[in-house]
């Protein structure tokens, strides 16, 4: 309880709020602690948002995306949204007590409407929101996702939107032979079908130099999450080498064998 205690008035301090008032925004139903926690970490072109989509809706479980919450809070003009709008339109980062807020929001909601589990997918993205979940949150296991770099490098290159039906797309073909004791990585691109083709964009921001970056800032930003989720036993590594077809077996029996309570209790 002490522990508690000085976590919470930890990341008060560091979120601008008092104890008590931090305290309040962590308070939830009993109920909701009980729902069980994944989360998906990984840096930008590693395909969180791919296979979390995918496994959340094999283990019949709510998928939850960071971004997704922040647009949809920003469209329904609450007026939480009308804040986060004033912050995301001046182009600074969402503080986060922001990204908190919304974070309780969705599970509380969920929790109402008696959601079994949940995937985070982009979230947390700093030691603040990594204390915080686990004070308010059962996380049950965090994947630390990870791609070699010239892999995320060319594969953020290739990204492809069809400008009608906005499905994602990529071009990138990928047979990196075994090296310096690195396993060999294979993975085919995801072609549009013809009434997609000519009409994919890319991304503005897809270029060498902002991807490089975007990866040097998730480094940096990721070191301080991942040791708070490994203190708390709950991180582990997995190496992406193939495609979806080879990845997406080998995530759902690391999530089965790493906590899914509510599956195995179905099976017994």
């Known amino acids: 309880m002490l522990q508690r205690a000085r976590l919470i008035a930890r990341v008060a301090q560091e979120a601008g709020l008092s104890p008590a008032q931090l305290s309040e925004k962590l308070e939830q139903p009993s109920m909701l602690r009980r729902v069980p926690a994944w989360v998906f970490l990984g840096p930008p072109g590693v395909g969180k948002g791919t296979y979390a989509s995918r496994v959340a809706d094999a283990l019949g479980i709510a998928h939850i995306s960071a971004g997704d919450l922040v647009r949809e809070e920003i469209k329904q003009q609450t007026d939480l949204g009308q804040q986060v709008a004033a912050v995301v339109n001046q182009g600074d980062l969402l503080p986060d007590q922001y990204v908190l807020q919304l974070l309780q929001k969705r599970l509380a909601d969920g929790a109402r409407v008696g959601e079994e589990g949940v995937l985070l997918d982009g979230f947390p993205r700093t030691r603040n929101q990594a204390e915080a979940l686990l004070t308010f949150a059962d996380v049950q296991l965090a ?23 906005g499905k994602n797309y990529n071009l990138a073909d990928i047979d990196l032979p075994a090296s310096d004791g690195r396993p060999a990585i294979k993975m085919p691109p995801l072609m549009p079908p013809a009434a997609c083709a000519a009409k994919l964009e890319t991304r503005s921001d897809d270029n060498f130099g902002t991807v490089k970056r975007r990866i040097e800032v998730y480094k940096a930003e990721a070191s301080p999450v991942e040791d708070i989720l490994r203190k708390a036993g709950v991180l582990s590594d997995f190496e992406i080498t193939g495609g979806i077809p ?23």
Not at 247 to 268: I, S, Y
């Open 143 to 165: 994947l630390n996702l990870s791609l070699r770099e010239e892999v995320l490098i060319a594969k953020c290159l290739a990204r492809r939107k069809c400008q009608d039906c």
């Open 246 to 268: 080879e990845t997406f077996p080998r995530l759902l029996e690391t999530l089965q064998t790493g906590g899914l309570t509510h599956d195995r209790e179905q099976a017994a």
